[in-house]
C-alpha cells in the first residue's frame, strides 16, 4: 500500500464514495492501462496514448481552468487555484512527451477516433461548466484523483524516450478528500459531485477502450 492509498483508506462520506468510485472506475482499473503502465507495450502504443490524453487535456482553457470559473464553492477555491496551476504544468509536460514520441500512429479508422476524442472533449467541456451546483467540481476532483494512474504511463513513456519525468504538483488525494468532506455540505451537492466524477470517469474509461482498439486495429495491418 503506497502512502496515498494509506492516507485514504477507511475515508468514509462523501470522500470515502468519491475515492472508493475513482478506484473501482478509474482509468488504474482499466486492463489496458495495467499493460502499458508495465511498459512492455510498443513505444507506439504508449506514444498514442501520449497524443489522445494531449487531444482531450492539453488545451486551453482546460478541466481546471473551466470548473475554477464556473464553481460556487468558496471553500474550494484554494484547491482549485493549486490543481490550475499544476495542471498548467502537466500540459507542458504533456506536449513535450507528445512532442518527443513524434507523429500519431498510423491506425485503421483515424477519422472515427477523432469524432469520438472530439465527443469526449465536448462532453467534459459541459460537465466542467454545468450550471448544476457541484457538478464542475466533483468533474475536477475526479481528474485529479484519476490522473495518477494516466501520469504513471506518460512517466513511463517518457522514460523510454530519455525524458525526466517533473514531479506532479496536483493536490495530493488526502487533501482532495479533504475537500470533498467540506464541499458537500448538502446532499444535492453531494449528489451533483459525485454525478460529475462519474461522468468524467466514463470518459477517460470510453478513451482507453479507444485507444485499446486503435492499438487492436495497427496490430491486425
Known amino acids: 500500500m503506497g502512502p496515498e492509498t494509506a492516507r485514504t483508506a477507511g475515508l468514509g462520506g462523501a470522500s470515502g ?18 499493460r502499458l503502465t508495465r511498459g512492455i507495450m510498443p513505444l507506439r502504443d504508449l506514444g498514442d496514448l501520449a497524443h489522445q490524453i494531449c487531444l482531450l487535456h492539453a488545451r486551453h482553457p482546460d478541466l481546471f481552468e473551466q470548473a475554477a470559473a464556473q464553481s460556487r464553492q468558496p471553500a474550494n477555491a484554494e484547491w482549485l487555484a493549486q490543481a490550475v496551476s499544476a495542471f498548467a504544468a502537466e500540459r ?22 477523432e469524432a469520438a476524442v472530439t465527443a469526449q472533449r465536448h462532453a467534459l467541456d459541459m460537465l466542467a461548466q454545468s450550471d448544476r451546483n457541484g457538478c464542475a467540481d466533483g468533474t475536477a476532483i475526479a481528474l485529479a484523483l484519476d490522473w495518477p494512474a494516466i501520469r504513471t504511463v506518460l512517466d513511463v513513456l517518457a522514460e523510454r524516450l530519455g525524458i525526466e519525468p517533473p514531479e506532479c504538483q496536483l493536490p495530493p488525494a488526502f487533501e ?23 461522468q468524467m470517469l466514463a470518459q477517460h474509461r470510453g478513451l482507453i477502450d479507444l485507444l485499446e482498439a486503435r492499438a487492436s486495429a495497427r496490430g491486425a495491418h
Open 17 to 34: 464514495t468519491l475515492v472508493t468510485l475513482v478506484a473501482a472506475d478509474g482509468s488504474a482499473a482499466h486492463p489496458y492501462l495495467a
Open 176 to 198: 482532495t478528500a479533504t475537500v470533498i468532506d467540506v464541499l458537500a455540505g448538502s446532499l444535492s451537492v453531494e449528489r451533483a459531485m459525485a454525478f460529475g466524477a462519474q
Open 92 to 113: 507542458a509536460y504533456l506536449v513535450r512527451v507528445v512532442a518527443a514520441a513524434g507523429p500519431m500512429p498510423s491506425t485503421p479508422g483515424q477519422a472515427a477516433s
